[in-house]
């Protein structure tokens, strides 16, 4: 059968993502060719495979060393999870698709070729990215406090920062692609894994507030509270050569009272708290400075690309008792 490559790209543009530098026209089932997934600034290199009919589940890597990814007519759903489970992406002209880079994390099951008329009962949404920066803060929540998952969509709503619709939609998302079963979730660890691989470019990005040039030896904490992430709150393992911190919106008496400057390479970076941590109550005495929740710690640690902040992060992932409750 003939791939309809217009519909694939259809799918494609669906999912935010565009397949360049292929000659569409010159491949044919069994054949294979370089080509880049581009979601605007991000630039993925893939080696696009046509298989032949029953060859998809073969797939495994490309020879190339580029990931591969399997494009079909048609993908069977026992093929799909054989391919998801290898780590394979692929995508049916149905747009059936698990796609994950960067900030990209496509999972579509259930689609039927429009040409059958019908639609599985589950079938997802068209346009998916589980990972996006609301839904992100979700599984941040229930990941972060797990018990959280047996209450109320309220409850995980104020500790995600989101609306009870937005922890909603993210709940019943999770359910159909099977990261959650009734009210647990099925795999905490490899939902974690996901989320701290995709942090960085996803709600990372989504919580920049400022970013400055400052001495970190002494920090004047200024009219608001603030919380430490990364390497600042482990100073168990090591010396904070930068500083990451979390307050609840811009703080100008902070950045005036630490002389943080704006015209050098930035070592302090501020985001926006978004989290409140189920059943805490504010009060005056409650200390100026506190560290984030580990696992917030673990992804700025692990994001930061230095290699002696993923020691560190390896340290507390090995001590801290939420983090091996994953």
């Known amino acids: 059968m003939t791939l309809d490559w217009n519909r694939v790209r259809r799918e494609l543009t669906s999912f935010g993502l565009e397949l360049r530098g292929v000659p569409f026209g010159e491949l044919t089932d069994g054949s294979e060719a370089p080509g880049d997934l581009v979601r605007m600034?991000?630039?993925?290199?893939?080696?696009?495979?046509?298989?032949?009919?029953?060859?998809?589940?073969?797939?495994?890597?490309?020879?190339?060393?580029?990931?591969?990814?399997?494009?079909?007519?048609?993908?069977?759903?026992?093929?799909a999870q054989q391919l998801r489970d290898a780590d394979v992406w692929f995508v049916d002209s149905a747009g059936n698709a698990f796609i994950a880079f960067g900030g990209v994390f496509v999972d579509v099951r259930g689609r039927r070729p429009e040409a059958v008329g019908e639609v599985d009962a589950g079938d997802t949404a068209r346009d998916v990215n589980l990972f996006s920066a609301k839904r992100a803060q979700v599984m941040f929540a229930l990941l972060t406090w797990q018990e959280l998952a047996a209450g109320s969509l309220r409850s995980i709503a104020r500790a995600a920062g989101v609306s009870v619709g937005q922890a909603q939609q993210t709940m019943k998302l999770l359910e159909e692609l099977g990261e959650m079963s009734g009210r647990n979730l099925t795999d905490p660890r490899k939902l974690f894994d996901t989320w701290v691989r995709l942090y960085p470019s996803g709600l990372a990005k989504s919580l920049r507030l400022k970013e400055f040039h400052g001495e970190l030896d002494q920090l004047q904490v200024g009219g608001l509270p603030l919380w430490l992430s990364g390497a600042a709150a482990v100073p168990e393992v090591m010396r904070a050569e930068d500083l990451t911190l979390y307050i609840d919106h811009s703080d100008g008496v902070l950045y005036t009272r630490n002389r943080w400057r704006t015209d050098r390479?930035?070592?302090?970076?501020?985001?926006?708290?978004?989290?409140?941590?189920?059943?805490?109550?504010?009060?005056?005495?409650?200390?100026?400075?506190?560290?984030?929740?580990?696992?917030?710690?673990?992804?700025?640690?692990?994001?930061?690309?230095?290699?002696?902040?993923?020691?560190?992060?390896?340290?507390?992932?090995?001590?801290d008792d939420r983090l091996r409750a994953l």
């Open 41 to 79: 600034s991000e630039v993925q290199p893939v080696q696009v495979w046509l298989p032949r009919r029953g060859e998809a589940s073969l797939a495994t890597r490309a020879s190339s060393g580029r990931p591969l990814l399997v494009i079909a007519d048609r993908i069977h759903a026992r093929t």
């Open 265 to 319: 390479e930035p070592n302090v970076f501020v985001r926006r708290k978004f989290w409140s941590v189920p059943g805490e109550v504010s009060a005056g005495g409650s200390p100026k400075v506190r560290p984030v929740p580990s696992t917030l710690i673990y992804a700025d640690l692990m994001a930061s690309g230095d290699s002696r902040q993923k020691e560190a992060a390896q340290w507390l992932k090995e001590r």
